[in-house]
Antibody, heavy 122, light 107 residues
Framework: EEQLLESGGDLIQPGGSLRLSCAAS????????MSWVRQAPGKGLEWVSL????????YYADSVKGRFSISRDNSKNTVYLQMNSLRAEDTAVYYCAKKGLPVASDNWFDSWGQGTLVTVSS | EIVMTQSPATLSVSPGERATLSCRAS??????LAWYQQKPGQAPRLLIYGASSRATGLPARFSGSVSGTEFTLTISSLQSEDFAVYYC?????????FGGGTMVEIK
């Protein structure tokens, strides 16, 4: 069974920075795009960012563009989310998700990690 | 940005009954729509992709359909494990967007 394990969540002050990691196993990591999706407490799902299988293409929600950066290391089977200039509204559980198919346009997600909590507060 | 609107926000259903959940897109997304189930304290789980294709291992009581920009998730006979929140997601264009969710609760 495919596995995704997020880490790096923490309590951080507004304006601070944090890097999340997602370690993948039991599938060919380098063949699949990966994404981050977040969920504020008691709220719905919000897509944050996606990176292509090679890492050559990245996409962001407007709410995080210019502040967050997604990257991956295919030699380590890990995807990262660098979060800068954090705001209270970034408080959420951050999920790592694997794209379902190694096809360019089908951006749905068939495997999800358990999430890591980021709390932005002074 | 494509806005996904789910209705109703909460659906009260008795076990064994049929549940019909709706998701409307603000513009055409073709069949580029997925459905997810989320239980409290758990990660989302993929149910449907391509508007009507079931994820691996998904029971046949779950089905998806589309008519224009209106998408429907039907659970033919609700089981106890189906009480959860359901989200739709479009992947027609960037940014990817989710609906606000429908909570299916026990009546």
């Amino acid at each position: 069974e495919e596995q995704l394990l997020e880490s790096g969540g923490d309590l951080i002050q507004p304006g601070g920075s944090l890097r999340l990691s997602c370690a993948a196993s039991k599938f060919t990591f380098s063949s699949f795009a990966m994404s981050w999706v977040r969920q504020a407490p008691g709220k719905g799902l919000e897509w944050v960012s996606l990176i292509s299988a090679s890492g050559g293409s990245t996409y962001y929600a407007d709410s995080v563009k210019g502040r967050f950066s997604i990257s991956r290391d295919n030699s380590k089977n890990t995807v990262y989310l660098q979060m800068n200039s954090l705001r209270a509204e970034d408080t959420a559980v951050y999920y790592c998700a694997k794209k379902g198919l190694p096809v360019a346009s089908d951006n749905w997600f068939d495997s999800w990690g358990q999430g890591t909590l980021v709390t932005v507060s002074s | 940005e494509i806005v996904m609107t789910q209705s109703p926000a909460t659906l009260s259903v008795s076990p064994g009954e049929r549940a019909t959940l709706s998701c409307r897109a603000s513009q055409s997304v073709s069949s580029n729509l997925a459905w997810y189930q989320q239980k409290p304290g758990q990660a989302p789980r993929l149910l449907i992709y391509g508007a009507s294709s079931r994820a691996t291992g998904l029971p046949a009581r779950f089905s998806g359909s589309v008519s224009g920009t209106e998408f429907t998730l039907t659970i033919s006979s609700l089981q106890s494990e189906d009480f959860a929140v359901y989200y739709c997601q479009q992947y027609e264009s960037w940014p990817l967007t989710f609906g606000g969710g429908t909570m299916v609760e026990i009546k």
